[in-house]
C-alpha cells in the first residue's frame, strides 16, 4: 500500500482561530502554522484561489515549518476559468474595464500569460525547500466534457511542468454512464492526477464520489453533507461534521485507493470551526488502526 497523507483545507480560518483547536500560546501566524505543522503532514492553501500568493509568503511558509511537510496549492480562480476579481489581479496587470469580475477573455494574451507565469514563479521557494505537493486546479461546474476542455487539461499539466497539477473536475458530465471509464481513462493515458471528492448529492454542482487513481498521485477532498450546500454563506455551505461512523466507512476504501497509488493525499475541506481538523485527526486514528 502506498503511504496516505492526511490533513485540511485551511489552517486560518476564522471560525477555526475562534473554536478553541489552537492553543492559548498560538497567538501569532507563526505560532499557529507550526502547531498545525505538529499535528497534521501536509495541509491545503485555499487562499491562493482567490488572489496569488506572493514569493515572500510562500517562503514564510517554507521556512515556518518542518522538514517533510507538504503544501498543496490550489490555482488561482482566473487560470481555472472562473469569474476573477479584478482587484484581485496583480496591479500593474489589471485591465482597464469597469467589470468587477473579468474571465481570461476579459485579458489581453500577454497578460494572461504573465499572471501564470508569476503564480508559478512564486512557488518557487516551497519547490527550493522540497514542501510543494500539488497545484490544485478545481475547475467551475460549467466546464463539462469536451474536446477543447480536454485539451485544456493537458495544456495545464504542460505549463506546470515541471510542477505536478491535480484536477477536481465538478461538472457531472464527466461521469455520466460510459463517461466516466472515458474520463478515467484519459487521465490515465496522460498520467494526469484525479481528485476524488465528497460532496452533497442531487445538486446541479454535484458530482458523484467516484474513487480512482490515473497517477501515482491520488487526492480525495472532503466537502461535507451540508444541508445548505447551495448557501452563498460560505461556513453553511462547509458546515458539516463528519460522524465517526462516517470515517470508519471511508478508512478502507482510502486504503484500497492507497493500494492503486504511491501516495494518496486526503483534504477535510469541511472548514467551519475546528470540524475540518477533528475529522482529520479521527481518520488519522481509524487509518492507523
Same mark, same amino acid.
Given at each position: 500500500?502506498?503511504?496516505?497523507?492526511? @490533513?485540511?483545507?485551511?489552517?486560518?480560518?476564522?471560525? =477555526?482561530?475562534?473554536?478553541?483547536?489552537? *492553543?492559548?500560546?498560538?497567538?501569532?501566524?507563526?505560532?499557529?502554522?507550526?502547531? #498545525?505543522?505538529?499535528?497534521?503532514?501536509?495541509?491545503?492553501? &485555499?487562499?491562493?484561489? #482567490?488572489?496569488?500568493?506572493?514569493?515572500?509568503?510562500?517562503?514564510?511558509?517554507?521556512?515556518?515549518?518542518?522538514?517533510?511537510?507538504?503544501?498543496?496549492?490550489?490555482?488561482?480562480? =482566473?487560470?481555472?476559468?472562473?469569474?476573477?476579481? +479584478?482587484?484581485?489581479?496583480?496591479?500593474?496587470?489589471?485591465?482597464?474595464?469597469? /467589470?468587477?469580475?473579468?474571465? *481570461?477573455?476579459?485579458?489581453?494574451?500577454?497578460?494572461?500569460?504573465?499572471?501564470?507565469?508569476?503564480? =508559478?514563479?512564486?512557488?518557487?521557494?516551497?519547490?527550493?525547500? @522540497?514542501?510543494?505537493?500539488?497545484? =490544485?486546479?478545481?475547475?467551475?461546474?460549467?466546464?463539462?466534457?469536451? /474536446?477543447?476542455?480536454?485539451?485544456?487539461?493537458?495544456? +495545464?499539466?504542460?505549463?506546470? /511542468? *515541471?510542477?505536478?497539477?491535480?484536477?477536481?473536475?465538478?461538472?457531472?458530465?464527466?461521469?455520466?454512464?460510459?463517461?466516466?471509464?472515458?474520463?478515467?481513462?484519459?487521465?490515465?493515458?496522460?498520467?494526469?492526477?484525479?481528485?476524488? +471528492?465528497?460532496?452533497?448529492?442531487?445538486?446541479?454542482?454535484?458530482?458523484?464520489?467516484?474513487?480512482?487513481?490515473?497517477? &501515482?498521485?491520488?487526492?480525495?477532498?472532503?466537502?461535507?453533507?451540508?444541508?445548505?450546500?447551495?448557501? /452563498?454563506?460560505?461556513?453553511?455551505?462547509? @458546515? #458539516?461534521? #463528519?460522524?465517526?461512523?462516517?470515517?470508519?466507512?471511508?478508512? *478502507?476504501?482510502?486504503?484500497?485507493?492507497? &493500494?492503486?497509488?504511491?501516495?494518496?493525499?486526503?483534504?477535510?475541506?469541511?472548514?467551519?470551526?475546528?470540524?475540518?481538523?477533528?475529522?482529520?485527526?479521527?481518520?488519522?486514528?481509524?487509518?492507523?488502526?
Amino acid at each position: 500500500m502506498g503511504s496516505i497523507a492526511v @490533513g485540511t483545507a485551511s489552517w486560518t480560518d476564522r471560525t =477555526l482561530l475562534d473554536s478553541g483547536w489552537y *492553543p492559548q500560546t498560538a497567538t501569532t501566524p507563526e505560532k499557529r502554522l507550526a502547531y #498545525y505543522a505538529r499535528q497534521f503532514p501536509v495541509v491545503e492553501v &485555499d487562499s491562493t484561489y #482567490y488572489g496569488p500568493p506572493a514569493e515572500q509568503t510562500t517562503r514564510l511558509w517554507a521556512e515556518r515549518t518542518p522538514a517533510g511537510f507538504t503544501f498543496n496549492i490550489k490555482a488561482f480562480s =482566473l487560470l481555472t476559468g472562473h469569474p476573477t476579481k +479584478v482587484s484581485a489581479i496583480y496591479k500593474d496587470l489589471r485591465p482597464d474595464t469597469e /467589470k468587477k469580475n473579468v474571465y *481570461p477573455d476579459d485579458l489581453t494574451p500577454q497578460t494572461y500569460e504573465e499572471i501564470w507565469t508569476r503564480f =508559478l514563479s512564486a512557488l518557487d521557494p516551497l519547490v527550493a525547500a @522540497g514542501k510543494l505537493g500539488a497545484v =490544485l486546479f478545481q475547475f467551475p461546474p460549467w466546464f463539462g466534457i469536451r /474536446k477543447s476542455n480536454k485539451e485544456y487539461l493537458l495544456e +495545464v499539466a504542460a505549463r506546470c /511542468k *515541471p510542477l505536478r497539477p491535480v484536477f477536481e473536475l465538478r461538472n457531472a458530465s464527466w461521469f455520466d454512464g460510459a463517461n466516466a471509464n472515458e474520463t478515467l481513462d484519459f487521465l490515465r493515458a496522460h498520467k494526469l492526477a484525479f481528485v476524488s +471528492v465528497d460532496m452533497p448529492q442531487g445538486h446541479k454542482s454535484s458530482v458523484p464520489p467516484v474513487l480512482a487513481a490515473t497517477a &501515482d498521485l491520488a487526492v480525495v477532498r472532503f466537502h461535507g453533507h451540508s444541508e445548505k450546500w447551495t448557501s /452563498k454563506d460560505i461556513h453553511e455551505k462547509f @458546515g #458539516y461534521r #463528519y460522524s465517526d461512523a462516517e470515517l470508519r466507512e471511508w478508512a *478502507p476504501r482510502l486504503r484500497e485507493l492507497a &493500494d492503486e497509488a504511491e501516495h494518496t493525499q486526503v483534504f477535510m475541506n469541511n472548514c467551519y470551526a475546528d470540524y475540518a481538523q477533528r475529522n482529520a485527526s479521527k481518520l488519522i486514528d481509524l487509518l492507523g488502526d
